[in-house]
């Protein structure tokens, strides 16, 4: 598919930073740790602050009068918890104010092949959420998938109506054949594979390896609408001593690495 990748695109500064989640996930996050980050969030205007459940209503407090939406994970990193807890951590997660959910699939039902029960579950969960003026996100977690997987998560995620397919987690390590933990999280040729397969309304958001501004523009260039990410003043300070600003502008993408690097927030 690299034939048809644009080699410019046209972009703004507020453009950029709507594009991003800001993570705020990591497990030895203090609160201060994630008031900062929050900042960071407030200051960039990006689109949301991604966060623990149980920083929602620290966050709505820390965010107000900022255009940043906040983004709580139900069933992160793993996706283990029962069709019930998810449904109701994630109605939970949007009565406090959560805005954009993003959950994560049941990876061991996935890879085995029970298509019914995933289906179901994110049903519910999708219902849950949208009933509640809130949209949902479904995590993958690519790196434990093949491409069959893939494709039919993203078929069910269009036709249950989600918003958003998402690569992964940021914490999908696998073990390596030296003993090592890594993941790749978002790679182009994963990315190509979903915007191939998901429908017209159902978007798509890379986590995992975004680190650069272009990489946010790589990833942009093959049809991702969101990033989530933890460099996003990095990113976006970048974009700026580019030239980039206010008013939209062509730029061009960035060459495509040969090899995907590993993953990393």
Known sequence: MASTRPKTLTVSLPELAKMIDHSLLHPTMTDDDVAAGLAISKKYSVA??????????????????????????????HGNSTTEVKVFEASRAADEGGKEIDMVVNVGRVLSGKWEFVKGEIEKVNAAVVERGAILKVIFENDYLGEKEIIKLCEICTEVGVAFVKTS???GFVKQPNGDYNYKGATIEHLELMKKHVGPNVRIKAAGGVRTLDDLLRVKAVGV??????????????AVRRGIGAQRMEVEVPPFPTEQGSGGY
């Open 48 to 77: 949301t602050a991604c966060v623990k459940p149980y920083h929602i209503l620290f966050a709505k407090k820390l965010l107000e009068g900022s255009s940043v939406l906040i983004c709580p994970v139900i069933g992160f990193p």
């Open 169 to 171: 987690t940021g914490y």
């Open 225 to 238: 609408d969101r990033v989530g990410a933890t460099a996003t003043g990095v990113i976006l300070d970048e």
